[in-house]
């Protein structure tokens, strides 16, 4: 039995250190929307197009059509979700500041956490009801500070995209059997071909390509690669909460280096969003390992 624990423990360390990297990689993704320098139809498009070119590759070499012909429809499904917060995303960017729209989508694990409950059964901790309560505060304080400015349609596009990730995230718990490859490069196929007929993809200077290319061969997928991979070891609430370190990092880069700073509403509703979601986290990880450190106890 302690042969078991000490397996355990090593797939969640795997799972940890997989959605660390992801988010980490992902946390780029704001500055590089804003160094591309064109209009959100044209970075969607580009965007999927090299996602589905990239992952489809390393599909093609890998050849694992069993667990997609026997889950079509939660593939369907799962590639649908990642083409919506692919094109949310790119327009809350466009939208509004990016400090609003990573904090909206530090509220992923909410979502996921709803869904779990809605559509796997799984019994939703009391204490995360009440962040929930908490978190949905500081997102009505930052939506608040939108109110006089341009920025609310962004953050209403934002608020879609963390529901896109919380459902994606649950589906990918529910069938870990399925090979995140292909759903990334469907997703990235269903991206490119919803943004082309309002995009301008041959009229980008050399600039905008080279940050598409980055965005879309590179940083994109093997972000999403790692922390879909993670579902594979953690709950799908847990891997969501990594989002908490894009919202901090992806607000960082852009204003280090852009200027972007965050309006006061966003500081105030963010702070209250993170911490929350931070305590939440820590309280759910911490009862996790005391459940396995008793169960290890008594199999001695």
């Not at 500081?138 to 934002?158: C, K, N, W």
């Not at 999403?224 to 609430?237: D, E, F, G, H, V």
């Amino acid at each position: 039995m302690a042969a078991t624990s000490s397996d355990a423990a090593a797939l969640h360390s795997r799972g940890l250190t997989l959605a660390t990297l992801g988010i980490v990689i992902l946390s780029f993704d704001s500055l590089l929307v804003r160094l591309a320098a064109t209009n959100g139809w044209n970075i969607a498009f580009w965007r999927g197009a090299f996602m589905a070119l990239v992952m489809g590759l390393f599909y093609c070499q890998r050849r694992r059509l069993a667990t997609l012909n026997a889950h079509r429809g939660a593939s369907l499904i799962s590639a649908g979700l990642l083409a919506a917060i692919s094109l949310l995303f790119v327009m809350a960017v466009m939208h509004t500041r990016v400090a609003n729209v990573v904090v909206i989508l530090s509220t992923a694990p909410l979502f996921a956490a709803i869904f779990t409950r809605l559509f796997l059964q799984e019994r939703v901790a009391a204490r995360t009801w009440v962040a929930i309560g908490l978190a949905m505060l500081g997102l009505i304080i930052v939506f608040a500070g939108s109110l006089t400015g341009d920025g609310l349609l962004g953050d209403l596009y934002a608020l879609g995209a963390a529901m896109a990730v919380g459902a994606n995230l649950t589906l990918l718990r529910r069938y870990p059997v399925l090979d995140r490859l292909p759903l990334i490069a469907g997703g990235g196929i269903i991206t490119a071909l919803l943004a082309w007929p309002m995009a301008t993809p041959l009229a980008l200077d050399t600039q905008s390509y080279a940050v598409l290319a980055l965005m879309g061969l590179v940083q994109m997928p093997l972000a999403t690669a790692l922390i879909n991979n993670a579902t594979r070891y953690l709950p799908s609430a847990e891997v969501a909460l990594f989002y908490l370190v894009e919202a901090i990092l992806g607000t960082l880069w852009v204003w280090w280096l852009l200027g972007e700073e965050p309006p006061e509403a966003t500081l105030y509703g963010g702070l209250l969003t993170l911490v929350t979601l931070l305590v939440n986290g820590w309280l759910g990880l911490h009862r996790s390992r005391s459940r396995r450190v008793a169960a290890a106890s008594q199999a001695e």
